[in-house]
């Protein structure tokens, strides 16, 4: 069964960074890219990033840019997403999705069950 | 890419047929897919490719549309419809999302 594991809620103060995991199984996370999608409370999706877990390389949306870092570990078949400077703003669930499809058959599936991640001093 | 879905919200019955619309800034061709969330879960998908039908969904749902304007449909509301709908395009990065549809029982 394909399956996406986060890690657990995390609390932290404005100006420090957080770094959230998205663990694969039933597939090997080298065989698929993966995305970053955040969800701020009551509102709708924001798109972040994706990362080759292959490769390596990443590409971030550009309000992003300078602040998030997508990494892997192929080791434990694990992806992080590690952001900096948190700002009460970034308050949100953090979910990582699997990309999925070829040709015009794009899609999300299936998505990690959400990091919550709270900035608050 | 800007998406636009409407209704925002919509109240509706068991047993209605109800349709969201998203309506994409530019031509995406039918790089469009629906997920449905509710409270405190992930999106879950629904149909990509705007028009193909994930495996395991019910065949009440479907999606049609191509371009810029594209619809997904209900044909027959059960209880556990009740939830938010988004339209997401992937056509280009940065990919985007509408802005969702709540779905509330009448």
């Known amino acids: 069964q394909v399956q996406l594991v986060q890690s657990g809620a995390e609390v932290k103060k404005p100006g420090a960074s957080v770094k959230v995991s998205c663990k694969a199984s039933?597939?090997?996370?080298?065989?698929?890219?993966l995305h970053w999608v955040r969800q701020a409370p009551g509102q709708g999706l924001e798109w972040m990033g994706i990362?080759?877990?292959?490769?390596?390389?990443?590409s971030y949306a550009q309000k992003f840019r300078g602040r998030v870092t997508m990494t892997r570990d192929t080791s434990t078949n694990t992806v992080y997403m590690e952001l900096s400077s948190l700002r009460s703003d970034d308050t949100a669930v953090y979910y990582c999705?699997?990309?999925?499809?070829?040709?015009?058959?794009?899609?999300?599936?299936?998505w990690g069950q959400g990091t919550l991640v709270t900035v608050s001093s | 890419i800007q998406l636009t879905q409407s209704p925002s919200s919509l109240s509706a019955s068991v047993g209605d047929r109800v349709t969201i619309t998203c309506r994409a800034s530019?031509?995406?061709?039918?790089?469009l897919a629906w997920y449905q969330q509710k409270p405190g879960k992930a999106p879950e998908l629904l149909i990509y490719?705007?028009?193909t039908l994930q495996s395991g969904v019910p065949s009440r749902f479907s999606g049609s549309g191509s371009g810029t304007d594209f619809t997904l449909t209900i044909s027959s509301l059960q209880p556990e419809d009740f939830a938010t709908y988004y339209c997401?395009?992937?056509?280009?990065?940065?990919?985007?999302f509408g802005q969702g549809t709540k779905l509330e029982i009448k």
């Open positions: 999705a699997r990309e999925g499809g070829s040709g015009n058959l794009w899609y999300f599936d299936p």
């Open positions: 039933g597939y090997s996370v080298t065989n698929y890219y």
């Open positions: 990362i080759n877990p292959s490769a390596g390389s990443t």
């Open positions: 530019q031509d995406i061709s039918s790089y």
């Open positions: 490719g705007a028009s």
């Open positions: 997401q395009q992937l056509n280009s990065y940065p990919s985007t």
